[in-house]
């Protein structure tokens, strides 16, 4: 118990490796799965129940765990371990809305909480495999992030609109030059607005100073526009 939640372990964890690619399958079965039964889900509602406060138990449990993960062991930091991140904040917005289905929040969720996290679950930065908390964690928190955005807007009745999409595009710049100003004082690096992650990422590619930043703002728009495009193809074939 102490190797599987301390802070090392003697099993490295390798991108593409089976463990790995185990994930990522279970991640898109389940993802598809949603899609596929949302008309199956309005009309079966203890399943739908079911389904809810089993991705909020999810991400709380994810959420207070890494807290407990990193106090236990000595390693919290205000610059490494609020969740500030855009995974981090979609995982607090998932919580809440999950219990309150707020129309606004479920909307916003829907761009900020699918592609971020499953870029995440692509290139992963965690040190250990299946053998440590922190693997669990992880993947388990990061695939639960885009489960709860997509089963949100597919049991809900909000329609998404290109001024949605937009709306939320601004409140994440908003947000981000909060952070942008918020990071120095902390030492800390959440969005990535001070370098790209130590894994290889997308975020690799996009230059540095101020390229760097241009280069987020257009490529968080196109994945928002993307996102969109996605919602009215689902739309058009009765999946959202």
């Given at each position: 118990?102490?190797n599987?939640f301390?802070?090392?372990?003697r099993?490295?964890?390798?991108?593409m490796?089976?463990?790995?690619?185990t994930m990522?399958?279970?991640?898109?079965?389940?993802?598809f799965s949603?899609?596929?039964?949302?008309?199956?889900?309005?009309?079966h509602?203890?399943?739908?129940?079911?389904?809810?406060?089993?991705?909020l138990?999810l991400l709380l449990?994810?959420?207070?765990?890494?807290?407990?993960w990193?106090?236990?062991?000595?390693?919290w930091s205000l610059?490494?371990?609020?969740?500030l991140?855009?995974?981090?904040?979609?995982?607090?917005?998932?919580?809440?809305?999950?219990?309150?289905?707020?129309?606004?929040l479920?909307k916003i969720?829907?761009?900020?909480?699918?592609?971020p996290?499953?870029?995440?679950?692509?290139t992963?930065?965690?040190?250990?495999d299946?053998?440590h908390?922190r693997?669990?964690?992880f993947f388990?928190h990061?695939m639960a992030?885009?489960w709860?955005s997509?089963?949100l807007?597919?049991?809900?009745?909000v329609?998404?609109?290109?001024?949605?999409m937009?709306?939320s595009?601004?409140?994440?710049v908003?947000?981000a030059l909060?952070?942008g100003?918020?990071?120095?004082?902390?030492g800390?690096?959440?969005l990535?607005?001070?370098?790209?992650?130590?894994?290889?990422?997308p975020?690799?590619l996009?230059?540095e100073?101020?390229?760097?930043?241009?280069?987020?703002?257009?490529?968080?728009f196109?994945?928002?526009a993307?996102?969109?495009?996605f919602?009215?193809?689902?739309?058009r074939?009765?999946?959202?």
């Open positions: 118990m102490k599987w301390g802070t090392g372990s099993y490295p964890f390798e991108i490796g089976v463990s790995h690619i990522l399958f279970i991640f898109t079965l389940v993802l949603i899609a596929l039964a949302s008309n199956w889900l309005h009309t509602e203890r399943f739908r129940q079911i389904m809810r406060y089993s991705l138990v449990l994810s959420e207070i765990s890494y807290q407990l990193a106090y236990v062991n000595g390693v610059g490494g371990h609020v969740p991140h855009l995974c981090g904040v979609a995982s607090l917005i998932g919580i809440y809305t999950l219990i309150t289905y707020q129309p606004t479920i969720n829907f761009f900020i909480g699918i592609l996290a499953l870029i995440a679950l692509i992963p930065d965690v040190p250990f299946f053998h908390y693997f669990w964690k388990l990061h992030i885009p709860a997509l089963f807007v597919v049991t809900s009745s329609r998404i609109t290109w001024k949605d937009t709306n595009y601004l409140l994440l908003g947000y909060i952070i100003f918020l990071n120095p004082l902390m800390a690096n959440y990535y607005l001070e370098h790209p992650p130590t894994v290889f990422t975020l690799s996009m230059g100073g101020m390229i760097y930043y241009l280069n987020l703002a257009a490529t968080a196109l994945a928002f993307f996102m969109y495009g919602y009215k193809l689902g739309s074939i009765k999946l959202l």
